[in-house]
């Protein structure tokens, strides 16, 4: 905390009113968002008296604060909420990353079909889920598509697909479905997601030994498949409302300086399990909860209803979802609840050794380094370029932030006609550091290079130019290719203990930027690979492009076609370049050969 002047005199203008707090590092970073009842009294709480460890890591950290006054603790909330999620910020809850449940979707179309998706804001379409992984949600999808001939396609086609013929789809594309057809399949699907299978596994009894005594033992052992596959699917652990509504269940267990939140999802029934999060605790356990529910809710959809503990405050979570919020006292709602606080607190004892080791191997990696270079290392920038034989000659830039890869602040390089891999590097050095410049940009503390002493010259030349004073090393590696130690811009080598925590976080760091740089190069690739010869042609877009397919169907028949047979197509001086570019590659390769 290097500014307490200035922090007091900011501490002695709050206002004792509801608001949100912005904590800010020596960078300029906010790395920590909160709300309050009374802004006075909750941000001077950080600066006053003793903390545990995690808060004063916090509060040491703290080199200026901001505000926003709000008109109510709940509309703090909800700017806290948004906040979070704009700058997430490396102290606060967040939500598993973003990352949202698969749900099978159900189109409200005049033909509707059936996708799994992690999105559910199409409010013209119904949802149903979530499923605990995608494996499941794709596997439940599948046997539906077999079990009703909904059609498959995004878009109509102009004539019937192979589906039709598997007798999987109805064809709505050539021919009319009486709109009740399709009502009555999408409530057979309401009902079998919701679990009621009866009717289905009756039916598929009833055809398979009408099929095996009219000795047609293959369709006979078709429908024996497809029961198999819905008693796999519907063999979900089951619990016992007779209502059958859509429940959600969270609860939480703290320990040591550390959060686990868990939740149990209800569904028709079928009682999904799934650990949410266990994570460092900055704040009250009830905020971190309240805040964590919140972003969930912002990216999934609400059940009926919501199971809490009877001990948590839920004054702001009643007031801002649209949903009931409940805490039960007894009968089997209360079981439930009692069952996801054991889950949260075994959830916290299994994880807690592995998550805590984690970051301390991480904390410890990251103030090696800065020992190392002698000064407080906390952003990082690496390149890696990828090449062959000078084709597709493409870099790869990832960051890390306190030992963390960042992954929203990656980014991709197509660089220009190689040359060498120095004037690649500098090309790309140039690009990423006049751009941060020119935009007034953050620069991080440390750039890492790829490469031995030669990488390290081409990005020093750069920099030097442009007057950064970036620090600058460089990965070297062992006859395997691996990260052995690293070297800085005078050619020093700085030594690294092999069973160092820095050496684990440089082979991961190195690791990642070459996966990144592959998998451009990669990507590039494939595009290349299936590009049509047409694209290179002037006047030929995608509209033109398809015609000409359409018509004649393959290279072969388009190269034998005259100009007069491509100009019924498209126009004559187009199809002048078509049979010009067609013939002298033909030319060409006659050479050649």
């Known amino acids: 905390m290097a500014n307490m002047a200035k922090i007091e005199d900011k501490l002695a203008i709050l206002p004792a009113l509801p608001g949100c707090y912005l904590m800010k590092n020596k960078d300029g970073d906010i790395i920590y968002v909160g709300k309050a009842k009374k802004l006075k009294n909750r941000v ?22 901001e505000y926003i006054v709000t008109s ?21 809850i967040m939500f598993m990353d973003d990352k949202t449940y698969p749900y099978i979707k159900l189109t409200k179309e005049k033909a509707p079909l059936l996708r799994v998706v992690r999105n559910t804001k199409d409010k013209k379409a119904e949802y149903f889920g979530p499923f605990p992984d995608s494996s499941a949600a794709w596997e439940t999808m599948k046997l539906l598509n077999r079990l009703y001939p909904l059609r498959k396609c995004s878009r109509l086609p102009k004539k019937e697909c192979l589906y039709y013929h598997m007798e999987q789809c ?30 289905i596994l009756a039916s598929l009894q009833k055809e398979m030994e009408e099929a095996s005594e009219n000795l047609l033992f293959e369709k006979a052992q078709e429908k024996l498949e497809l029961i198999h596959a819905i008693q796999h699917v519907t063999s979900k652990q089951q619990i016992d409302f007779k209502d059958r509504k859509d429940r959600d269940v969270f609860g939480y267990y703290v320990d040591k300086g550390y959060i686990s939140i868990q939740g149990f999802f209800v569904r028709g029934g079928k009682l999904l399990e799934r650990t949410l999060s266990i994570e460092p605790l900055y704040e009250e356990a009830m905020d971190a909860f309240t805040s964590f529910i919140l972003q969930y809710y912002q990216a999934n959809p609400l059940p009926q209803e919501i199971l809490l503990p009877n001990t948590y405050d839920v004054t702001h979570l009643e007031e801002i979802l649209d949903t009931k919020v409940l805490q039960p006292l007894r009968g089997d709602k209360l079981k439930l ?16 050794e592995l998550v805590e ?16 270079l002698g ?34 602040d990656y980014r991709t390089y197509r660089l220009k006609e190689y040359v060498s891999d120095l004037d ?34 081409a990005a020093k030349e750069i920099l030097d130019a442009l007057d950064i004073p970036i620090t600058l090393c460089g990965l070297v590696k062992d006859d395997q290719h691996r990260t052995a130690n690293l070297m800085d811009r005078n050619g020093q080598i700085l030594l690294v203990k092999r069973d160092s925590s820095l050496f684990f976080l440089l082979t991961q760091m190195q690791d990642e930027v070459h996966r990144f740089a592959i998998s451009y190069h990669r990507k590039l690739r494939g595009k290349a690979m299936t590009k049509s010869i047409l694209d290179e042609i002037e006047g030929i877009g995608e509209v033109r492009k398809k015609e000409i397919w359409k018509h004649f169907k393959s290279l072969k028949r388009l190269k034998e076609a005259s100009i007069e047979q ?6 004559k001086k187009v199809a002048e370049n078509i049979y010009r570019v067609l013939h002298t590659e033909e030319d060409q390769n006659e050479t050649s050969a």
């Open 44 to 65: 001077r709480q950080y600066f006053v008296g003793a903390h545990d460890f995690k808060t004063t890591r916090l509060v040491s950290n703290i080199d200026d604060f």
């Open 72 to 92: 109510s603790e709940k509309e703090a909330l909800l700017l806290e909420i948004n906040l979070i999620k704009k700058h997430t910020p490396p102290y606060n």
């Open 170 to 199: 109805l064809a709505p594309c050539v021919q009319e479905v009486d709109a009740s057809v399709y009502a009555n399949m999408a409530n057979s699907i309401r009902k079998f997601l919701k679990g009621d299978v009866k009717e």
């Open 337 to 352: 609840v009692d069952m996801v606080l054991a889950n949260a607190k075994n959830a916290h004892s299994q994880k807690f």
């Open 357 to 372: 080791r984690k970051n301390s191997r991480k904390e410890e990696a990251m103030q090696e380094l800065s020992n190392l």
């Open 375 to 408: 000064k407080e290392i906390h952003r990082i920038e690496l390149f890696d370029n990828s090449h062959i034989s000078g084709a597709f000659n493409v870099s790869g830039m990832v960051v890390f932030k306190d030992g963390e890869p960042s992954k929203q």
């Open 424 to 457: 690649s590097m500098k090309e790309v050095v140039y690009r990423r550091y006049f751009r941060l410049l020119k935009e007034q940009g953050k620069f991080p503390d440390l750039l890492i290079v790829d490469g031995g002493y030669l990488q390290i010259e």
């Open 566 to 571: 491509i100009s019924e197509v498209v126009p």
